[in-house]
């Protein structure tokens, strides 16, 4: 089992900054690909971004590229989601996601109970 909590949400203005983290316990947290994902009011659940385990590549959906930035530190069994430009179509629950490999579907084996982002105009 792996537990997740995420932290870091909050309201701010469009083109504003937060920084969302996820703390990691239970199994090796070094071994599992980590991933962000949102889901808006009405809509499905959508890939965000991820980082691998082995070589910590990173993978990003085309509508965050540039703008957001993920990283872990193994050390503190912690990801981060580092956002910036931030627009009002962010506005989601941000969920942290674990599992063995990366792909941007939402079978993820580790959820989070997410994290509230809002984002005025």
């Known amino acids: 089992q792996v537990q997740l909590v995420e932290s870091g949400g909050g309201l701010v203005q469009a083109g504003g900054s937060l920084r969302l983290s996820c703390a990691a316990s239970?199994?090796?947290?070094?071994?599992?690909?980590m991933g962000w994902f949102r889901q808006a009011p009405g809509k499905e659940r959508e890939f965000v971004a991820a980082?691998?385990?082995?070589?910590?590549?990173?993978y990003y959906a085309d509508s965050v590229k540039g703008r957001f930035t993920i990283f872990r530190d193994d050390a503190k069994s912690t990801v981060y989601l580092q956002m910036s430009s931030l627009k009002p179509e962010d506005t989601a629950v941000y969920y942290c996601?674990?599992?063995?490999?990366?792909?941007?579907?939402?079978?993820?084996?580790?959820w989070g109970q997410g994290t509230q982002v809002t984002v005025s105009s």
């Open positions: 996601a674990a599992n063995r490999m990366v792909h941007t579907t939402t079978s993820w084996d580790y």
């Open positions: 239970g199994r090796t947290f070094i071994n599992f690909a």
């Open positions: 980082i691998n385990w082995v070589d910590e590549s990173t």
